[in-house]
């Protein structure tokens, strides 16, 4: 049987069973969701990622993660992904990002967070309205679990 699978599903799946310590990596793309190049992602191909990355990361082939193997799959996904974005980002070819280098993403989407935030558009924001936000995301993540 053949499941088709939504982007925010794989990656939820992905976020949970493919390694505990991928909080910090990054989200994989398409094609290395779909193993076999068909053009969808059944749920065996998701598990058989999710398998793959847990025994890349068991180092020592005992079935088992340690702090130290789980460390060590973060930070090698961390260097691929800082790896990627100095590719994609330096236009100077110097190896390294300046901030000059850097799209404006951050700042328009920190200023879109921000009026969300202030709820009162005072142009602060005060613990209420923080914890207020917080509570809020609390409330959508508890209702994509469900």
């Known amino acids: 049987m053949t499941y088709r699978i939504s982007m925010p599903a794989i990656l939820a799946v992905l976020a949970v069973a493919a390694s505990p310590a ?5 989200g994989p793309d398409f094609a290395m969701l779909d193993r076999d190049g068909d ?12 398998a793959a990355r847990f025994t890349a ?5 005992d079935g088992a993660l340690s702090a130290a193997e789980m460390a060590a799959a973060a930070a090698a996904r961390a260097q691929d992904r800082a ?36 709820a009162d558009a005072d142009g602060l924001i005060s613990e209420a309205e923080f ?7 609390r409330a959508r993540a508890d209702a994509r679990r469900d």
Do not use: C, K, W, Y
């Not at 991928?22 to 990054?26: D, E, F, M, P």
């Open 22 to 26: 991928s909080a910090q990596g990054t």
């Open 39 to 50: 053009g969808s992602v059944t749920l065996e191909e998701l598990q058989s990622l999710s």
């Open 57 to 61: 990361a068991d180092t020592n082939d």
């Open 83 to 118: 790896s990627r974005l100095i590719a994609r980002f330096d236009t100077n070819a110097d190896g390294m990002l300046q901030m000059a280098e850097l799209p404006d993403r951050g700042q328009d989407r920190a200023a879109r967070i921000f009026d969300r935030v202030d």
């Open 131 to 137: 914890e207020a936000a917080r509570e809020m995301r």
